[in-house]
Every structure is written in structure tokens, then in C-alpha cells.
């Protein structure tokens, strides 16, 4: 949290994101914010940089606006991967709030925007509610982090 950035896809703390990760700066830094923090956690995830690499079929738990058959329920920590109608996820966050039976979900991510705004390139780390019918994949990669 409080974490902008400075210029595109830049600034000091960006960076170090982006460089903790395995990125290069001026990346697209939604997916290197998900392995820093599931790194920082001790999580040793792959360096995904792009956000569609999350969403393999041994770690996908939810799609398509229901749960995988034989997988989880979403759950703090998952991956919730959104498409904007692109024929592949490009953009990622951390769910952080319970799944619920409710319209929307609490997630925090890199590269977006705050206030509820659902943006593609956002300019820092924000907390925002989501709505699921937005969220295009779950993944999981806490369970088995090997990709």
C-alpha cells in the first residue's frame, strides 16, 4: 500500500517490486507485485511475469464465473485474474478478503488504480473492491507453488 508510481511503470519503489520479482523495470508490474508478495511470504512461486502465466490447469480453481470442478473455493491469497474481453488474462491481483456469496470481493494489486477503478495500467498499489462477475480466473498457487 501507498506505493506509486514515478513515470510509467517506474519510481523507486516500483522497481524494487519489479527487480525483487526477476523483472526489468519499465515491465508491467501487476504480476512481479504477486511474486514479490507470495515471495516476501515465503512462497517461492516462479517469476511470473505475465499475468496469464498464473492460470495453468493444475492451479485455475474457479473460471468463466464458477468454481472448477474438484478445486477449492476461492480463498485469501489466490490469484483473481481479469480480461477486459481480451482473448487472455492482463491483469492480476491478490484476492484478500473472503470469497463470500456477495457480488464483489476484496483484492489488493500492483499497476492499478484506487477508488474501485478497474484499469489495465494504474499508477500504484491500492486495496479495492471487485466485482466476481469482473473476475475472469482464480488461481491458486499457495497450495503448490510449483508452475
Known amino acids: 500500500m501507498g506505493i506509486r508510481e514515478v513515470g510509467r511503470n517506474a519510481g523507486a519503489a516500483v522497481e524494487r517490486i519489479i527487480r525483487y520479482a526477476g523483472g526489468r523495470v519499465e515491465d508491467a508490474w501487476c504480476s512481479w507485485t504477486i511474486v514479490y ?25 474457479w473460471r468463466a464465473g464458477a468454481q472448477v470442478a474438484g478445486q477449492p473455493s476461492p480463498r485469501p491469497g489466490d490469484v483473481l485474474g481479469f480480461s477486459w474481453g481480451n482473448p487472455h488474462i492482463a491483469h492480476v491481483e491478490l484476492l484478500v478478503g473472503a470469497w463470500g456469496t456477495g457480488p464483489s470481493v476484496r483484492s489488493v494489486g500492483g499497476n492499478t488504480g484506487g477508488g474501485g477503478a478497474l484499469q489495465r495500467e494504474g499508477e500504484g498499489v491500492y486495496v479495492n473492491w471487485r466485482l466476481k462477475r469482473l473476475v475472469t480466473a482464480v488461481a491458486n498457487p499457495i497450495d503448490n507453488p510449483r508452475y
Not at 516462479?46 to 480453481?61: C, E, N, Q
Open 37 to 61: 508478495e507470495m515471495r516476501k511470504a515465503g512462497i517461492m512461486v516462479p517469476r511470473l511475469g505475465k499475468a496469464r502465466s498464473w492460470f495453468d490447469k493444475v492451479h485455475t480453481i
